[in-house]
């Protein structure tokens, strides 16, 4: 097949939807498929692998570098089209006829209800972004939702007289991780320090207030811990006020972003992987990929959270942040026995099987 994939959102930029995109890539290309990269925000150049165009990333006119990019293509010569984010969806509503929206695949990942029907902001009110978003999930020949709860997420965002025809289109698909790289959970600290590792965007209702509430209570128990934090994000400069205003800038590190490919061997050299978003979670991929390396995570019991964690077995699902002082303060991460099957269902090669399947379909 000739695949064209269209992604605002593309490593080293952006989170969890530009790493489906490159994986997206990949297994396309594994499985003998022609691919074009459509993206504002690679860095990838043209390769053997897979062609990349770039419109220019212009500020709110995105769009128009978009539509101005693919007038040079021929839509009529790709079999499938993947709208791999937001942006990508609303251009194809913007600019795609029926034809070509009838063979396009829409990917959800998270935010599209609050950003599109429940809370858009206000250049998204203005240019409706509602209306072409509406068109190309209502068009669209298939829709992936990255978990069971974002398929019941999305659906519950519908208006009534759309919701059964959407609904029928929408597939569950996990995305993929590396079972290869798997690891034992065990005690790798041989050191009485507790060594914990956050990996996010640095934003308030990330949880991130959590780490200076947490990394009180730790000192105030005479725990010998180091808590570093991965990410960057616009929370980040007053987060590091405040951990220097409450005395913690020798156990808290803030380390900014760091290449996705690095982040394994920053779990693998930690005890316990803790992060209390208060978002409605799709999914969590950082929760998938901290137990793979042996590192055990902590998330609460809710959202999408909850099918990325299995409780008691290679992490722990809490209810309230109160739950989280004893797990760490007697150090019960060590007492789980990791069962790399748990996570098969997440592998390279099962995701790269659901998604060539459903652009056969």
Known sequence: M???IISHEFPPSGGGAGIVAKQYCNYFIENDHSVTLLSATAREKNSNLFKVIKPTNIKLLWPIAYYFKL?????ENYDRIILND???TIVAGLFFNTNILAKSIIVLHGQEPEQVYENPSCI???INVEKYYHRSILLSKKIIAVSFYMKSKFIDSLHKKDKKIIESKIIVAYSGVDLKKSSHLKNKNKNKKIKIITVSRIEKDKGIDDIIYLSNKFKSMGLDFDWTVIGSGSYLKKIKKITLKSNLNDSVFFIGKIPHDNLSSYYEMSDVFVLLSRLKESFGLVYLESQLCGCPAIGLNQYGVKESIFHNKSGFLVNNIEEI?????????EELVFDVNLFSEFS??????RINRIIHE
């Open 71 to 75: 007038k040079e293509l021929n839509l």
């Open 325 to 333: 002082i004893p797990i760490i303060s007697n150090k019960l991460y």
């Open 348 to 353: 390279n090669s099962k995701a790269k099987e």
């Open 86 to 88: 937001i942006g990508a």
């Open 2 to 4: 000739n695949i064209l």
């Open 124 to 126: 998204y009110k203005i």
